[in-house]
């Protein structure tokens, strides 16, 4: 009995050894063979007519030396050997992909390159297998692009008041809801003559159909808070220029005071004296001016001093603080634009 059951023991060994052979482990190669990218077509000009038009990404496959669940990312970025700003746009496990030209445009907007300038953006396939167990990536490719000027409409509210002709749904006085939800934003100049004090209210619609919201702001430093009332009196506020923000969801309003910003030089309405206002336009998030301007040069500057200023050295787009004048060759109507967070402007000729 005990041979037989030595016996038995020896052959389930035998035919579990024999089993553990027959299982192949994958076994990934050493250098595994990347990704081949394919130009990138795309079937419309690259404008904002265009904007839902498809760039179409495609490529062949990774070979890891086994089979394998391969997941691909379309990577893109300014620097050809993606060392800063590298965006990831499109994931998949297809061997292509589409990515939106207006989404592109925005991308190169957010990368601050200037409107209507040729950009070289330089794209690239990553292949992956599991998480951080190996990638591999394509030679890089590049493709020019000319981003556009866009303005994305953003639902409003508006503030009426004695600052803006008490003029619901005027250009002057919007607020816009970037995230599309319930919260809006922008800034306002709060400031009317030599008025003490500057009254409005906050109106739903471009008219005084209601909802309309008053009531009383509680003053922190230079800053305010408060609640929408729809029975409140006017709201007001010392004349300053203010950061708004409006949650009709929970009637909370907050004006926090900010930087007031004009052009000023010789090229300008008001010289090198003083500076020329510029209005906050909301909808593209850019200070800008429309006026007639001479041959010369000009800065930008914040509350009508010069603790900060802004010019361009190089004369290359780019903005820096207490930087060289900015010529303006020829006499006209102009538009000009100035960013104070991208630090950028945009000068365009009228007509």
Known sequence: MKKLLLTSLAALGLLLVSC???????????????????????????????????????WGAADFGFASSTTYTVQMSPKSDFSANVANVITTQKLNGTYKVGDMNTL?????????????????????IGSNVATVYSDAKSKSFTPYDAVINYPMIYVPGSYQGWSPGAEIGRLYSYGFNTTYGGILRLKNGADATIEFKVTVNPN????????????????????????????????????????????????????????IGDATPGGWGASTPMNY?????????????????????????????????????????????????????????????KLTYTVKKNG
Do not use: H
């Open 20 to 58: 553990s052979r027959d299982i192949t482990e994958p076994v990934m190669s050493s250098s595994p063979s990347k990704p081949a990218a394919s130009d990138v077509a795309l079937s419309a000009a690259f404008t904002v007519a265009n904007a839902d038009s498809l760039l179409r990404f495609s």
């Open 108 to 128: 190169i907007l957010a990368w601050n390159y200037q409107i209507g300038t040729a950009v070289t953006v330089y794209y690239r396939v990553a292949a992956s």
């Open 208 to 263: 005084w159909n209601g909802p309309n919201y008053g009531g009383t702001l509680t003053k922190t430093g230079n800053n305010y808070a408060g609640t929408l009332d729809p029975s409140g009196n006017n709201f007001a506020a010392s004349p300053a220029c203010y950061v708004f923000s409006v949650d009709v969801n929970t009637k909370a309003i907050t004006l926090t005071k900010t930087d007031d910003w004009g052009i």
């Open 281 to 341: 336009n909301g909808q593209r998030k850019v200070w800008e001016i429309t006026a007639n301007f001479t041959a010369g040069s000009y800065k930008f500057r914040a509350n009508d001093a010069w603790d900060v200023n802004y010019g361009d050295n190089g004369a290359d787009g780019t903005l820096e603080q207490g930087g060289a004048n900015i010529s303006l060759s020829a006499a006209g109507n102009y538009t000009i634009r100035f960013d104070p967070v």
